[in-house]
């Protein structure tokens, strides 16, 4: 897609992880030779039991970010394999790019479930973070317009009493 500035944007899906083996320069084009790797991994207690660990983050994720669509991130979230399961997820988060760039470097599917479920647990870490400082503001400022409106309503009583007072 080209932007008003000039700038070409590419949106690119892989299907499969590889590695560079080769890189070349063919009539003005780059040409790379790759090497699939394997992402499969066999169906263990432990993966089972990292899926679900991950699974459960991402939904408590999910729900305390305000700016995901819950049902649309939860389905894609609902992926048995490991690899697929890490790769949806790291997409769906709100993280650096750097951070992305270093998942999809890891050719290990429970390496990369195991580091998606690292960086799920300190972005809930922050989510409840700021949603505790959220709350406290807003008791704060309900209780600071309450001493308002109660000092408002004193001075109110005040100025009708001084006002009897001067008519009796």
Do not use: C, W
Request: net charge neutral.
């Amino acid at each position: 897609m080209k932007h008003p500035d000039g700038n070409i944007k590419v949106l690119v899906e892989g299907t499969e992880r590889a590695k560079i083996v080769q890189v070349g320069n063919e009539e003005g084009f780059l040409r790379a030779t790759l090497r699939l790797l394997p992402s499969r991994v066999e169906a263990t207690p432990q993966v089972e039991q990292s899926v679900a660990k991950v699974t459960g983050l991402y939904e408590q994720y999910v729900k305390l970010s305000q700016s995901l669509n819950y049902d649309t991130m939860i389905a894609a979230a609902r992926v048995d394999d490991p690899g697929k399961l890490s790769d949806t997820i790291a997409a769906n988060l709100q993280i650096p790019v750097e951070e992305k760039q270093e998942l999809l470097e890891m050719f290990d599917p429970l390496e990369r479930l195991n580091r998606v479920a690292e960086i799920l647990e300190v972005e809930l870490e922050k989510l409840n973070v700021d949603r505790n400082i959220n709350t406290r503001v807003k008791r704060q400022m309900e209780r600071a317009q309450k001493e308002y409106y109660l000092n408002e309503k004193m001075k109110a009583i005040q100025k009708e009493l001084v006002g009897r007072k001067e008519r009796n």
